[in-house]
């Protein structure tokens, strides 16, 4: 049943430009569905599909799709590692492209991200907040922030990041005071091993309670390729979706 395949050296129809028209088509199909889903769940909520942007999660996958994903008009794309997200960056060297940083931050890096990331998701500490501002100063530049909140209950720690809620209002506070930074919104992961749909609605709870205090906290980024429409409907302006698009990823995360 299996059609033999043209692909030996010997191959006549080989034709070198197949590989990444076949990688486009994948990547355009993934997007459709995931613009689908988004489009759904914001009719199911109420809401206007424009007001979620699908940031398209690069992570462990080459230069070339993130091309090919701006050929196929992507303009934010997120990355979860330095210096992978540094390199890629550089690499492919779009202008118009937004570089979101969406990977837990550890302090050393901070600094050094500070100077290529358009947005980082995912600040959890004053160190962290402190070293990115620098690195945006020093490089002339101002990045938009969204402050990580940890929705896992307390004692349930995996190391995935977060400012526990009662700690969050301080955070805001000395993120939204710190030069080369500027306060945007919030951003979680659901809990592993509970549902997504009630965590989701704690963090919009917890946004509009931050956003009373902090108007600048307007976005939130919530929902990956498993959760979209739970975090669509508590209100995300933000989906970080990888796998739903890019495929699975060697194992890693
Ligand atoms: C990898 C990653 C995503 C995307 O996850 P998928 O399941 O591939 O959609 C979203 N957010 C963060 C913080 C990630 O590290």
Known sequence: MTAPRPDGPSGGSADSSAPAERRGRELEQGLASVRARVADAAAAAGRNPDDVTVV??????????VLLLADLGVRDVGENRHPEARDKRGAVDRPGLRWHFIGRLQSNKARAVGAYADVVHSIDSAKVAERLGRGATDAGRTVECLVQVDLDPPGAHEGRGGVAPDA???????????????????????PLGSAAAPAFERLREIQAAARSEFPAVRLLSAGMSEDLEAAVSAGATHVRIGRAILGSRPSLR
């Open 56 to 65: 398209v999660v690069t992570k462990t996958f080459p230069p070339s799709d």
């Open 168 to 190: 969050l209002p301080a955070l805001l506070a000395v993120v939204g005071s710190i030069d080369g930074l500027s306060l945007v919104g919030l951003m979680a992961v659901a």
